[in-house]
């Protein structure tokens, strides 16, 4: 296996959270006429039950779009289809939903440690970050 660096890793990344804001803010002109309210002050503006809801939308869509593409036959996101790239379990095949879905909390926890979980794929032998090492993937080259 070829393992994808770094940087490939870091451009998929990018591009998947590109791909998500703009779903995102495609769902949220179509919400935001409908949640706008108008102030005491006469200023329409959005309550805050919305932000709490599009924060929980943003989290469903983004773990979907990760686990779904990462456990189907493309075996990765538009980002890693992209750079070529494609995540796989310790054989070589394709994951099953359970392997992705773990992945994916694993990679809340690389985030919610300032991002060195991700980081360690830029000094690790096989280029796993830690949510690879958990879920015992790899992300490889096509």
Do not use: C
Not at 23 to 50: C, Y
């Amino acid at each position: 296996m070829k393992y994808a660096g770094f940087w490939q890793r870091f451009g998929a990344y990018a591009i998947d959270n590109l791909v998500i804001f703009i779903a995102l803010v495609a769902a949220g002109m179509f919400m935001i006429p409908e949640m706008a309210v108008t102030n005491a002050e006469g200023k329409t503006e959005l309550p805050p039950e919305f932000k709490d809801r599009l924060r929980v939308l943003s989290l469903v869509v983004y773990a979907a779009y990760e686990v779904l593409m990462t456990s189907s036959s493309k075996q990765g996101t538009l980002g890693k289809m992209l750079f070529k790239i494609k995540v796989v379990d310790a054989n070589g095949n394709q994951l099953n939903l359970t392997d992705a879905i773990f992945r994916y909390f694993g990679k809340l926890l690389s985030a919610a440690l300032f991002f060195v979980g991700f980081i360690t794929a830029a000094f690790h032998a096989k280029k796993q970050g830690l949510h690879d090492i958990l879920a015992k993937t790899y992300v490889i080259k096509n």
